[in-house]
Protein backbone atom coordinates (compact mmCIF):
# COMPACT_ATOMS: atom_id res chain seq x y z
CA UNK A 1 0.00 0.00 0.00
CA UNK A 2 2.81 2.41 0.89
CA UNK A 3 4.53 1.63 -2.80
CA UNK A 4 1.46 2.50 -4.45
CA UNK A 5 1.34 5.61 -2.54
CA UNK A 6 4.29 6.87 -3.12
CA UNK A 7 4.20 5.60 -7.01
CA UNK A 8 0.48 7.52 -7.26
CA UNK A 9 2.39 10.78 -5.66
CA UNK A 10 5.32 10.57 -8.21
CA UNK A 11 3.01 10.55 -11.05
CA UNK A 12 0.92 13.00 -10.12
CA UNK A 13 4.28 15.57 -8.80
CA UNK A 14 5.35 14.76 -12.57
CA UNK A 15 1.94 15.39 -14.66
CA UNK A 16 1.41 18.71 -12.89
CA UNK A 17 5.44 19.42 -13.16
CA UNK A 18 5.07 18.81 -16.99
CA UNK A 19 1.31 21.14 -17.08
CA UNK A 20 2.62 24.07 -15.27
CA UNK A 21 4.97 27.18 -15.84
CA UNK A 22 5.18 28.12 -12.56
CA UNK A 23 6.49 32.15 -12.74
CA UNK A 24 7.81 33.46 -9.50
CA UNK A 25 7.61 37.48 -9.94
CA UNK A 26 8.25 39.99 -6.86
CA UNK A 27 6.21 43.06 -6.64
CA UNK A 28 5.52 46.29 -4.27
CA UNK A 29 1.75 47.27 -3.46
CA UNK A 30 0.28 49.81 -1.73
CA UNK A 31 -2.70 52.68 -1.47
CA UNK A 32 -5.41 53.60 0.19
CA UNK A 33 -6.83 52.21 3.68
CA UNK A 34 -10.46 53.44 4.77
CA UNK A 35 -10.69 51.76 8.11
CA UNK A 36 -13.37 51.57 10.62
CA UNK A 37 -13.66 50.02 14.37
CA UNK A 38 -17.56 47.73 14.46
CA UNK A 39 -19.14 48.86 17.57
CA UNK A 40 -17.92 51.93 18.89
CA UNK A 41 -20.70 55.22 19.32
CA UNK A 42 -20.14 57.57 16.69
CA UNK A 43 -17.54 56.13 14.96
CA UNK A 44 -16.55 56.78 11.67
CA UNK A 45 -13.96 55.99 8.68
CA UNK A 46 -10.46 57.11 8.82
CA UNK A 47 -8.34 57.37 6.11
CA UNK A 48 -4.77 56.37 5.73
CA UNK A 49 -2.29 54.34 3.62
CA UNK A 50 -0.90 50.91 3.49
CA UNK A 51 2.43 49.52 1.73
CA UNK A 52 4.54 46.83 1.52
CA UNK A 53 5.67 44.08 -0.87
CA UNK A 54 4.47 40.49 -2.51
CA UNK A 55 5.74 37.70 -4.28
CA UNK A 56 3.02 36.56 -7.19
CA UNK A 57 3.30 33.04 -8.10
CA UNK A 58 1.63 31.96 -10.92
CA UNK A 59 1.08 28.57 -11.77
CA UNK A 60 -1.04 28.59 -14.81
CA UNK A 61 -2.95 31.39 -16.47
CA UNK A 62 -6.27 31.19 -14.34
CA UNK A 63 -4.65 30.93 -10.80
CA UNK A 64 -1.95 32.45 -8.72
CA UNK A 65 -1.01 32.84 -5.07
CA UNK A 66 0.36 36.04 -3.84
CA UNK A 67 2.38 36.02 -0.37
CA UNK A 68 2.33 39.72 1.28
CA UNK A 69 4.20 41.40 3.71
CA UNK A 70 2.38 44.93 4.60
CA UNK A 71 2.86 47.93 6.65
CA UNK A 72 -1.18 48.58 6.81
CA UNK A 73 -1.96 52.00 9.02
CA UNK A 74 -5.61 51.11 10.89
CA UNK A 75 -7.89 52.23 13.74
CA UNK A 76 -10.95 55.02 13.13
CA UNK A 77 -11.93 58.16 13.79
CA UNK A 78 -14.98 59.19 15.80
CA UNK A 79 -15.82 60.98 19.52
CA UNK A 80 -14.56 59.69 22.76
CA UNK A 81 -16.59 60.60 25.17
CA UNK A 82 -15.86 60.47 29.00
CA UNK A 83 -16.35 62.18 32.52
CA UNK A 84 -15.16 65.53 31.24
CA UNK A 85 -17.45 65.81 28.01
CA UNK A 86 -19.79 63.43 28.59
CA UNK A 87 -22.64 64.97 26.51
CA UNK A 88 -20.79 65.66 23.13
CA UNK A 89 -17.41 64.00 23.60
CA UNK A 90 -14.65 64.83 22.30
CA UNK A 91 -12.56 64.88 18.40
CA UNK A 92 -10.78 61.22 18.24
CA UNK A 93 -8.67 60.13 15.89
CA UNK A 94 -7.83 56.05 17.39
CA UNK A 95 -4.15 54.64 15.61
CA UNK A 96 -3.81 50.90 14.82
CA UNK A 97 -0.46 50.26 12.75
CA UNK A 98 -0.07 46.76 11.96
CA UNK A 99 2.54 44.36 9.93
CA UNK A 100 0.70 41.92 8.28
CA UNK A 101 1.75 38.44 6.80
CA UNK A 102 -1.07 37.53 4.17
CA UNK A 103 -1.22 35.82 1.09
CA UNK A 104 -4.29 35.65 -1.75
CA UNK A 105 -5.49 33.42 -3.65
CA UNK A 106 -6.13 34.87 -7.43
CA UNK A 107 -8.81 33.39 -9.99
CA UNK A 108 -8.35 35.27 -13.42
CA UNK A 109 -11.47 34.92 -15.64
CA UNK A 110 -10.71 33.70 -18.96
CA UNK A 111 -7.00 33.71 -17.90
CA UNK A 112 -7.39 37.46 -18.52
CA UNK A 113 -6.67 40.16 -16.47
CA UNK A 114 -9.70 40.32 -14.78
CA UNK A 115 -9.44 38.39 -11.22
CA UNK A 116 -10.72 38.01 -7.80
CA UNK A 117 -9.11 37.13 -4.97
CA UNK A 118 -9.40 35.60 -1.03
CA UNK A 119 -7.22 35.03 1.73
CA UNK A 120 -6.05 35.14 5.57
CA UNK A 121 -3.66 37.55 6.86
CA UNK A 122 -2.28 37.23 9.84
CA UNK A 123 -1.65 41.12 11.52
CA UNK A 124 0.62 41.60 14.22
CA UNK A 125 0.12 45.23 15.67
CA UNK A 126 3.62 47.65 15.79
CA UNK A 127 1.95 50.49 17.25
CA UNK A 128 -0.83 52.17 18.63
CA UNK A 129 -2.21 55.53 20.60
CA UNK A 130 -4.76 54.02 22.37
CA UNK A 131 -3.04 54.56 26.07
CA UNK A 132 -3.93 57.92 25.89
CA UNK A 133 -7.93 57.22 26.15
CA UNK A 134 -7.03 54.94 29.14
CA UNK A 135 -7.11 51.92 26.64
CA UNK A 136 -4.87 48.82 25.84
CA UNK A 137 -5.18 46.59 22.49
CA UNK A 138 -3.95 42.91 22.17
CA UNK A 139 -0.88 42.85 20.06
CA UNK A 140 -2.35 40.55 17.06
CA UNK A 141 -5.37 40.00 14.90
CA UNK A 142 -6.61 37.65 12.74
CA UNK A 143 -7.90 38.81 9.04
CA UNK A 144 -9.38 37.48 5.79
CA UNK A 145 -9.52 39.44 2.76
CA UNK A 146 -11.80 39.38 -0.40
CA UNK A 147 -11.97 41.58 -3.34
CA UNK A 148 -11.73 42.17 -7.04
CA UNK A 149 -8.97 43.51 -9.37
CA UNK A 150 -7.25 43.88 -12.87
CA UNK A 151 -3.59 43.37 -14.37
CA UNK A 152 -2.30 45.16 -17.23
CA UNK A 153 -0.13 43.33 -19.45
CA UNK A 154 2.96 45.38 -18.09
CA UNK A 155 2.54 44.00 -14.48
CA UNK A 156 0.65 47.01 -12.98
CA UNK A 157 -2.54 45.90 -11.40
CA UNK A 158 -5.17 47.76 -9.70
CA UNK A 159 -7.46 46.34 -7.14
CA UNK A 160 -10.16 46.79 -4.25
CA UNK A 161 -10.21 45.01 -1.19
CA UNK A 162 -12.42 44.24 2.11
CA UNK A 163 -10.21 43.33 4.78
CA UNK A 164 -12.29 41.67 8.14
CA UNK A 165 -10.61 41.18 11.41
CA UNK A 166 -11.60 38.37 13.50
CA UNK A 167 -10.75 39.15 17.15
CA UNK A 168 -11.99 41.82 18.90
CA UNK A 169 -8.98 44.24 19.41
CA UNK A 170 -8.63 44.01 23.07
CA UNK A 171 -8.98 40.02 23.33
CA UNK A 172 -12.68 39.78 23.99
CA UNK A 173 -12.01 41.21 27.84
CA UNK A 174 -15.12 43.14 29.18
CA UNK A 175 -17.45 41.68 27.10
CA UNK A 176 -20.84 41.17 27.94
CA UNK A 177 -22.31 37.26 28.00
CA UNK A 178 -25.58 36.03 27.61
CA UNK A 179 -26.75 33.24 30.06
CA UNK A 180 -25.52 30.54 27.92
CA UNK A 181 -22.18 32.15 28.13
CA UNK A 182 -21.56 33.51 24.76
CA UNK A 183 -20.29 37.11 24.36
CA UNK A 184 -22.77 39.57 22.37
CA UNK A 185 -21.52 40.52 19.01
CA UNK A 186 -22.64 43.86 19.33
CA UNK A 187 -19.59 44.38 21.93
CA UNK A 188 -17.25 42.70 19.91
CA UNK A 189 -14.80 45.36 18.15
CA UNK A 190 -13.20 44.09 15.39
CA UNK A 191 -10.85 45.51 12.85
CA UNK A 192 -13.02 46.53 8.96
CA UNK A 193 -10.76 47.70 6.33
CA UNK A 194 -11.34 48.90 2.58
CA UNK A 195 -8.36 49.10 0.76
CA UNK A 196 -7.56 50.83 -2.71
CA UNK A 197 -4.73 50.64 -4.43
CA UNK A 198 -2.27 49.65 -7.19
CA UNK A 199 0.45 46.95 -6.88
CA UNK A 200 3.46 46.25 -9.60
CA UNK A 201 5.10 42.72 -10.29
CA UNK A 202 8.64 42.98 -11.96
CA UNK A 203 9.52 40.59 -14.61
CA UNK A 204 12.25 37.89 -14.00
CA UNK A 205 14.13 36.66 -16.45
Do not use: W
Not at 13 to 41: C, F, H, K
Amino acid sequence: MKKLTVIAFILFTGLVTSNAQVTVSPGLRGGLNLSNLSNIDDNGFKSDFYVGGLVDIKFNKFFSLQPELTYSRQGSEGRYFDNQNPDFGTPAKYELNYLTAGAVAKFHFGGKGFHILAGPSADFKISDNFGQYGFDPIDFDFSVVAGLGYTLPNGLTFEARFKQGLIDIYGYDGLNYDNNGDYYYNDVILNQVFQIGISYTFKVK
